[in-house]
Nanobody
Framework: VQLQASGGGLVQAGGSLRLSCAASGRTFSSYFMGWFRQAPGKEREFVAAIAWSAGFIYYSDSVKGRFTNSRDNAKNTVYLQMNSLKPEDTAVYHC?????????????????????WGQGTQVTVSS
């Protein structure tokens, strides 16, 4: 699976962006998809994850209520709608894919659970 993230940019605090992650491969619909972000000098941080059926979606506490994770298996694309952005959301956002079927034990919250990664897209939120 190859992943290509896009949609980042510069936005003022309170604004919105929608990230997209396009995937190649016939089996995209069976993959668990995650979003992580990494700010300079910080570790990679879990943002959101979505099961293959979109029946289960997970968010970090820091983005819950502001970000919405969705997927379109027909388009091999996963989306991250980011609203009410804050300066602390500034980071490089990466999408990732895992063949795992469920997030049992919280596996989907850790970067090591994912086998495939996109190159990242920069999100900068100005105050």
């Amino acid at each position: 699976v190859q992943l290509q993230a896009s949609g980042g940019g510069l936005v003022q605090a309170g604004g919105s962006l929608r990230l997209s992650c396009a995937a190649s491969g016939r089996t995209f619909s069976s993959y668990f998809m995650g979003w992580f972000r990494q700010a300079p000098g910080k570790e990679r941080e879990f943002v959101a994850a979505i099961a293959w059926s979109a029946g289960f979606i997970y968010y970090s506490d820091s983005v819950k209520g502001r970000f919405t994770n969705s997927r379109d298996n027909a388009k091999n694309t996963v989306y991250l709608q980011m609203n009410s952005l804050k300066p602390e959301d500034t980071a490089v956002y990466h999408c990732a894919a895992s063949p795992g079927a469920t997030c049992s034990g919280g596996g989907c919250y850790g970067p090591g659970w994912y086998d495939y990664w996109g190159q990242g897209t920069q999100v900068t939120v100005s105050s």
